[in-house]
T-cell receptor
Framework: ELKVEQNPLFLSMQEGKNYTIYCNYSTTSDRLYWYRQDPGKSLESLFVLLSNGAVKQEGRLMASLDTKARLSTLHITAAVHDLSATYFCAVETNFGNEKLTFGTGTRLTIIP | DGGITQSPKYLFRKEGQNVTLSCEQNLNHDAMYWYRQDPGQGLRLIYYSQIVNDFQKGDIAEGYSVSREKKESFPLTVTSAQKNPTAFYLC???????????FGPGTRLTVL
């Protein structure tokens, strides 16, 4: 059974600081997805990582994937308040059944 | 406008009642999914469908039923057998072989 773990679960950061959210998964997978969820809202797709060594950047967020280590990171640079949200990683199970397994989420709060 | 719609946005159910949540997409996606999210938790897969008239159980299918009579529509029925149905329900769709999933706005179900 595929397990996806994120840490930290909760993160408070000051504006302007840098930090990294980690996503570990337990079995082989070549595809990983990052989503953002604002309180009471749906999920918004942020990044799609499709191969080992993939790196994607959008604004102050950068995501990377190391399939050998079964690890993805979401790095936040010079945080701003608008980045406050819950971030989920999701891993595709390599069994041909088109399913994603989601991590538990990291609730990020940016403090002015 | 292309997208995924869910209705209603809020739904209240008395104990012992069945209720049906609507999910429609006009993205021409083959795959559709239903997830449940409890407060402070990640997403758990209820059912998914890759083709019309076929669907598969996810991790927490007990107490739920679905149908897929049309490509655009994937309604979820929460039956009286579901003992703790109060949650946020999210519908998603995607292209087969791609696995990036796009989410609807969600339905918040409360049992009175």
């Amino acid at each position: 059974e595929l397990k996806v773990e994120q840490n930290p679960l909760f993160l408070s950061m000051q504006e302007g600081k840098n930090y990294t959210i980690y996503c570990n998964y337990s079995t082989t997978s070549d595809r990983l997805y990052w989503y953002r969820q604002d309180p009471g809202k749906s999920l918004e797709s942020l990044f799609v990582l499709l191969s080992n060594g993939a790196v994607k950047q959008e604004g102050r967020l950068m995501a990377s994937l190391d399939t050998k280590a079964r690890l993805s990171t979401l790095h936040i640079t010079a945080a701003v308040h608008d980045l406050s949200a819950t971030y989920f990683c999701a891993v595709e199970t390599n069994f041909g059944n088109e399913k994603l397994t989601f991590g538990t989420g990291t609730r990020l709060t940016i403090i002015p | 406008d292309g997208g995924i719609t869910q209705s209603p946005k809020y739904l209240f159910r008395k104990e012992g009642q069945n209720v049906t949540l609507s999910c429609e997409q006009n993205l021409n996606h083959d795959a559709m999914y239903w997830y449940r999210q409890d407060p402070g938790q990640g997403l758990r897969l209820i059912y998914y469908s890759q083709i019309v008239n076929d669907f598969q159980k996810g991790d927490i299918a007990e107490g739920y039923s679905v149908s897929r009579e049309k490509k655009e529509s994937f309604p979820l029925t929460v039956t009286s057998a579901q003992k703790n149905p109060t949650a946020f329900y999210l519908c998603a769709s995607g292209v087969l072989g791609d696995n990036e999933q796009f989410f609807g706005p969600g339905t918040r179900l409360t049992v009175l």
